[in-house]
């Protein structure tokens, strides 16, 4: 199988093995794995832009860095190629990672990404499904996810609109709005307001620094050592709190 050029305007550099292994000779699940470099300078660019499909995905922020850096392991079958570019879009760093149309009867193909941006750099992620770490940013993150875990560390403001999987929101130095459809959830350490609309799962916060406003479906609540306390709806499960320091509205 040879992998379809990629067009990368803008792109710094490309680095491509140029092996493909064989990883599943039983066809249950992807045949070819090729693995590929990407880097771009981060010069005038203020936000990365995502649209990533299945795999998992891990973002690095780092003080100081110039360049955004990308390291991809891409498992498929042969006759399915990926689309993975990097290219710069106005102020913004434009990042695809996803395949071209395929009909598989096994397990589909996917992307698993390595990215490494510049701490202060915005993020907006819209992702289909596999596990989410986004760690050492202090900029806005707004994310749109299928399935999979999400773990968030650090960050000022998070939007956050999730399917399914568990997840994880700590040491945010902002608000955070979360819609989520199903999965547990964790979120200690914010210094701003809160706000969950949760459809089912265990619901833990603890350590905020303003308002917390929770519309939940089913699963425990535990709410700990937060400026104010707003319950919409608690559904069914239990529902516990302490060290309130402010109004509790219960509706």
């Known amino acids: 199988m040879m992998l379809r050029p990629i067009a990368l305007a803008g792109l710094t550099a490309l680095f491509l093995t140029g092996c493909i292994i064989n990883v599943n000779g039983a066809g249950r699940g992807p045949?070819?794995?090729?693995?590929?470099?990407?880097?771009?300078?981060?010069?005038?660019?203020?936000?990365?832009?995502?649209?990533?499909?299945?795999?998992?995905?891990e973002i690095?922020?780092?003080?100081?860095?110039?360049?955004?850096k990308l390291e991809a392991d891409i498992y498929t079958y042969e006759g399915i190629n990926p689309i993975l570019t990097l290219e710069k879009d106005g102020d913004s760093a434009s990042l695809i990672a996803n395949f071209e149309r395929y009909n598989v009867s096994g397990n589909s193909p996917y992307i698993d990404l390595?990215?490494?941006?510049?701490?202060?750099?915005?993020?907006?992620?819209?992702?289909?499904?596999?596990?989410?770490?986004?760690q050492g940013t202090s900029a806005d993150i707004a994310i749109k996810d299928g399935s999979g875990s999400l773990e968030v560390e650090g960050g000022r403001n998070l939007n956050i609109e999730d399917g399914s999987g568990s997840i994880v929101l700590s040491d945010v130095n902002g608000s955070i709005m979360l819609d989520d459809g199903s999965g547990s959830i964790e979120i200690m350490h914010v210094n701003g307001d809160v706000t969950v609309n949760d459809g089912?799962?265990?619901?833990?916060?603890?350590?905020?620094?303003?308002?917390?406003?929770?519309?939940?479906?089913?699963?425990?609540?535990?709410?700990?050592?937060?400026?104010?306390?707003?319950?919409?709806?608690?559904?069914?499960?239990s529902l516990s709190f302490d060290n309130i320091d402010g109004k509790v509205n219960m509706q």
């Open 60 to 68: 690095q922020g780092i003080v100081g860095l110039t360049h955004i």
């Open 114 to 134: 390595i990215v490494k941006v510049p701490a202060e750099m915005k993020m907006d992620i819209d992702d289909g499904s596999g596990s989410i770490k986004i």
């Open 200 to 237: 089912s799962g265990s619901l833990d916060i603890e350590k905020v620094q303003g308002m917390v406003t929770i519309d939940d479906g089913s699963g425990s609540i535990d709410v700990n050592d937060t400026k104010g306390l707003r319950i919409i709806e608690a559904g069914s499960g």
């Open 31 to 57: 045949s070819e794995h090729t693995h590929q470099s990407l880097q771009l300078d981060a010069n005038g660019l203020n936000a990365l832009v995502a649209e990533t499909g299945a795999g998992a995905l």
